[in-house]
């Protein structure tokens, strides 16, 4: 079992940095490849990026590339999101999740926990 929460949201003008954060608890964070997820309003949720259990492999939407890091800290059971140069349209309630097994995934349903999200809104 494995509880998350993030934070560090906000509210930003258009070409400014957030870094999110998720904090996890348990003792086996490290085997758990984590991904950040977002849901703008009256859309679905959709894959931003993902990180090993090491960190050293890593996955992003194509939406994200170049913007975006993904990175973890298991000794912090921590996995960070960088977002910089943000858009209007990265708007979105910002999750954190943890799946069981070891391949990274961009598909929703395959990942087992949940944080509550983290409101990220971007003025123009």
């Known amino acids: 079992q494995v509880q998350l929460v993030e934070s560090g949201g906000g509210l930003v003008q258009a070409g400014a940095s957030l870094r999110l954060s998720c904090a996890g608890s348990g003792r086996t964070f490290s085997t758990y490849p984590m991904a950040w997820f977002r849901q703008a309003s009256g859309k679905e949720r959709g894959f931003v990026a993902a990180i090993s259990g090491s960190g050293t492999i890593t996955y992003y939407d194509d939406s994200v590339k170049g913007r975006f890091t993904i990175s973890r800290d298991n000794a912090k059971n921590t996995v960070y999101l960088q977002t910089d140069s943000l858009r209007p349209e990265d708007t979105a309630v910002y999750y954190c999740?943890?799946?069981?097994?070891?391949?990274?995934?961009?598909?929703?349903?395959?990942?087992?926990?949940w944080g509550q999200g983290t409101q990220v809104t971007v003025s123009s």
């Open positions: 999740a943890a799946r069981r097994g070891v391949s990274l995934r961009s598909v929703a349903a395959e990942y087992s926990y």
